[in-house]
């Protein structure tokens, strides 16, 4: 009982042992901490440190030749901490109406700018006026020293020497509240007067191209001025500068679209075939991308979001159009791949008189695939896509639609790319369902028959109509179209860009296709014979696309040269006419200036540059 | 001495220990001018401006002084005939909380109802502690009968876990804590438990320092001096001595497994920051830099109210809730620390001295739970202050800024006092 008792005690007093044991340990660690040690005063005493982000330089951006896109120029923000601005030292107040005179701002300017500063923080630094131009940053830094808590920041803008591709290039911009919040969900990267890409590959390569921005600590005394770095820089960390870009585009080329494009809407697509790499990308009206630059910028926005031409939209992937004969290449594969037409089949056609669709074109009455495909042969593609849809192995005409849908699906259409290009739209092939619900249920390949020559409801982007022409060209594949050609580090560039796309489509249709395009240009009756060159052999397809908005939509899809396709093209000017009209030259011209390197037919190049068409909401 | 027994015995209130009850105002009004400093802001210069932090401190006090008012009007048995249903109750919110909570900072322990943030594992101790206390109360139970240690653990291993599963390990490793209530009921294995982790600590400590390797080397070197002790004087068990020695080299085998695989990141790197394997003072290390420098700064007698330039200028995270301490150190200096770490081993001592002193089983363990959940808050919180702690986020009692924590301290604290005060009517 009494050693029970005696362990009682020790337990007891082992435990108020450990609590005093640990309040000493603590009491010498403090003194030691606050009293011996002078170098936490010092770090500490009459100082304040400010952090200064450090802003990489964005990437660089260079076409495929390594020619310059997209350069940095420096810019100064003029940063606030409005607890050090608003001090209360009476004998040293803050001289507010000199303060706007430097900036040349009213006192209601200054409240308001500062009000939106000490919502966000304050204690931490928030733009009080961003991007002040060079030559009044000089004389207001001079200066500078008299108001506490102001501050300079060096930050970079985007430059565009050629002033092309502005739709490709895109824009960055201040960051809004919107991306902020989704940001602090994910990464937490950025702050308030960030700056942001916020279309084109600015938007897709953003985390490549922003770099990581830096911190420098710097001590700063009670007159603002900058002591040095704190602490001898361990906590300051250097800017990761972003990666540069190399895209696939061709300066030159896509500078020579846009003029050839002056006056017209609509868009060029041209793809590098074995590459998927997109050579010229051009929406008509376009603008030049310097203008959404700088502290004009919102005015500039503002005014290019009110044309009447809408020249921020990017048509070539955002404009959906009926792709009209362009779309026969589509059908004929498709006919011939689920054995439902051979190169031999014939159609009967009778001009202007075949039903349930007359045909524009004269030629011979019962074409074969090649005649037909040179002359643009309404009635044959439309027997073409009947017999596909009512071919007896698929049971029923709704399961022979559904083999159709899925075949032009594989061939990149109804849907997006999902590469860098972003805002891509899928464009509108319809499904089984859509019908059923339309016709109740009740359609047959007549309801369904202007489907056939890509009138009706289906509508396809330029990219997608370009692709179509690379995958004739490559004979039965296709790479994803992109943008992006390789970075400036070597990294490789995202797998989905990289992987090869098979339509299911036997080599041997696509060759015969291939050859019929051929003769679109080389035959005697080809819709673009006009536009033959004898050293480059050409391939292509017209399209002349009725449209609810008035002239027909002048559409052409090519490649060229015959045997080693290097460029794939498609082109559609809005209410241009016949596809020979403007869109087969304006493509022949691009081939031409990519793989010679200029044009040899000045007159049709000049004819080509200089043409306007009148659009009804032009002004 | 009779009459005056008579005399308390039939007072609502019963006898006050005004020793705690000073000590415990103290600290709360020392907490809220701290965080009246650390949140100071010129456009609100009120410490009773209610919506800034200060203000709504204020609130949370009156709210917590209420509660505690009320809870020494409850008659004293309340507590222990309740404790096991409280204790339902309180881990049934920290389970609704795992469905149903919010994460703050990385933990996912907060509860709202309207306008009101709770988080219910501030009250999970006090519920544990009474839990634990009804238990061991029981005239059937004894700690010294293997079936009722187990139920006496698996009180604090159940909240324990859920605590965890909301990723708060701050919170769970506080209620390491009830190893002194088991060790003063005198539960066998509970001192060489202590022991033990002690020495797990030390090992691991000592690992991560030196490298696995020789720690092996000063392991076998003490195998083999401890061997040959044994062959000169035979007195110790060989069998549990060989035993001792497997189980550490296997620990000290395993350090490197559990340190990569089994802690997260940031406690990964809070470790290796405090043992100095580690400079990051941007990163992981931010925290305690800028804490030490606060304190550091603050000298022999501190830069006087409101003047800390380093509290000033937001330099300290959390400065006003788990980093309060450092508004301390750098406003009232080593003078105010040390005042603060004294008036915490006073209350400590006190809380022991008075579970002493208590007739019933209920009232001492309840006692020594108390005192043990405020003794872990304390030497976490400021040794993770001053860097000899690693970062564990949990407030220090009755100074961090928060309502949640404010209430539960403050009810845990006059549940016991009521004890005390009541504690001549057990018979």
Redesign the interface.
Known sequence: MKSKNNNLKTRRLLIYGIFIAVGLIYIVKLFSLQVMDKRYKQLADNNALRFVTQYPPRGKVYDRNGKLLVFNEAVYDLMVIPRQAISKDTLNPFDTLGFCQLLDIDKESFIERMNKAKKESYLKPSPFMTQVPKEDYAHIAEVLYRFPGFYFQTRTVRHYPNAIAAHTLGDIGEISQAELDLDKEGEGYYRQGDYIGKSGIEKSYEKELRGKKGMKVVMVDVHNREMGSFDNGSLDSDPIPGKDLYLGMDADLQAYGEQLMVGKIGSIVAIEPKTGQILAFVSSPTYDPNLLVGRERGKHYQELQQDPMKPLINRAISGTYPPGSTFKTVVGLIAMQSGSITPATCFHCSGQGSLPIKCTHSHGSSPDFANAIMNSCNPYFYESFKATINNRKFGDIKKGYEYWKDMTYKLGLGHTFNTDIPYERPGNIPTREYFDKMYNGQWNSVTIRSLGIGQGEVLLTPLQLANIAATIANEGFYYPPHLIKGFGDDTPIPEVMTTKMDPGIERRHFQVMKAGLRTVFSGPAGTARRYEMKDIPQCGKTGTAQNPHGNYHSNFIAFAPYDNPQIAIAVIIENGGYGATWAAPIASLMIEKYIRGYSEREDLEKRMMEGRITYKNER | MIDENEYYRNKIIGRIDWVTLLIYMALVLIGWFSIFSAKY??LHPSIFDFSKEYGKQLVWIGVALFFGFIVLLIDAKFFNAFSLWIYIVVLATLFLVLVYGKATKGATSWIEFGPVKFQPSEFAKMATALALAGYLDRIDVSLSKPKDRLISCAFILIPIALVLLQNDTGSAIVFVSFI?VF??E?MPGA?ALMLIGVAAILLFVLTLLLGQKTVFIILAVLFVLTLAFWLLTKKRNFITMVAVFVFMFGFVFSVDYAFNKVLQEHQRSRIEILLGLKDD??GDGYNVYQS?????????TGKGFLQG??TK???VPEQHTDFIFCTI??EA??VG??AV??L??AL??RL?YLA?RQRSTFSRVYG?SV?GII?MH??IN??MT?G?MPVIGIPLPFLSYGGSSMLAFTIMLAIFVKQDANRLNVL
């Open positions: 802001d010129e002194f060790y003063r005198g001192g003072p941007k030490k420098i606060a304190i550091g700064s603050g000298g022999l330039t380093q200028y937001d330099f150190g750098e200096g080593f620390t040390s770490v004294l915490y081993v400590l001592v022991v002493e020594y005192a003794f304390f030497a400021i040794g001053i000899l």
